[in-house]
T-cell receptor, first 110, second 113 residues
Framework: GQQLNQSPQSMFIQEGEDVSMNCTSS?????WLWYKQDPGEGPVLLIA?????ELTSNGRLTAQFGITRKDSFLNISASIPSDVGIYFC??????????FGTGTSLTVIP | DAGVTQSPTHLIKTRGQQVTLRCSPK?????VSWYQQALGQGPQFIFQ???????QRGNFPDRFSGHQFPNYSSELNVNALLLGDSALYLC????????????FGPGTRLTVT
């Protein structure tokens, strides 16, 4: 099946630092979404992207839809302790079936 | 406004048994999708229900079946449980099949012994 690879797999950063992570696929996506999952909880939608090259912000979060339509990027500025969690990219390459990425685990050190 | 709710929160079953998980979508949403999330992995799509019919299905065996009721709530049934079925089962809802912005419930943690 479809594989979405996220990198890095994990990150340990100091509070206040900026964070960058990305997601790549072997197929073209028409929509990219970014989710955050806290332990024991379901994923929470952060940002949705619908057009190649699109740059969208949600507070300190900014995501971009890659121009090749095979990748997407998420940046977090001025990280705070509550940013800790696992970040997933997701999207439907065809039809309505969703694929999730492998996840990036973020740890913020106060 | 209640979000997506799931029951039960935790469940322990024995190999070979059957289990039913339940989901109530967010108010105003009529589409429900189910996912399986193994420990340390991303969620994997099981199937999606809209207008009480299965619209899309992921790569899961027929032991996994579902149902959607007229009030849009949904059930996930798993028969002949295997140890490998132990996972967090997530339900997500959305307002129609045309949007990919899904909202997730907290999940049901299933342990098969």
């Amino acid at each position: 099946g479809q594989q979405l690879n996220q990198s890095p797999q994990s990150m340990f950063i100091q509070e206040g630092e900026d964070v960058s992570m990305n997601c790549t696929s072997s197929s073209i996506f028409n929509t990219w979404l970014w989710y955050k999952q806290d332990p024991g909880e379901g994923p929470v939608l952060l940002i949705a992207l619908y057009k190649a090259g699109e740059l969208t912000s949600n507070g300190r979060l900014t995501a971009q839809f890659g121009i090749t339509r095979k990748d997407s990027f998420l940046n977090i500025s001025a990280s705070i302790p509550s940013d800790v969690g696992i970040y997933f990219c997701a999207g439907p390459p065809t039809g309505n079936q969703f694929y999730f990425g492998t996840g990036t685990s973020l740890t913020v050190i106060p | 406004d209640a979000g997506v709710t799931q029951s039960p929160t935790h469940l322990i079953k024995t190999r070979g048994q059957q289990v039913t998980l339940r989901c109530s979508p967010k108010s105003g949403h009529d589409t429900v999708s189910w996912y399986q999330q193994a420990l340390g992995q991303g969620p994997q799509f099981i199937f999606q229900y809209y207008e009480e019919e299965e619209r899309q299905r992921g790569n899961f065996p027929d032991r996994f079946s579902g149902h959607q009721f007229p009030n849009y709530s949904s059930e996930l049934n798993v028969n002949a449980l295997l140890l490998g079925d132990s996972a967090l089962y997530l339900c997500a809802s959305s307002p129609g099949t045309a949007t990919y912005e899904q909202y997730f419930g907290p999940g049901t943690r299933l342990t098969v012994t």
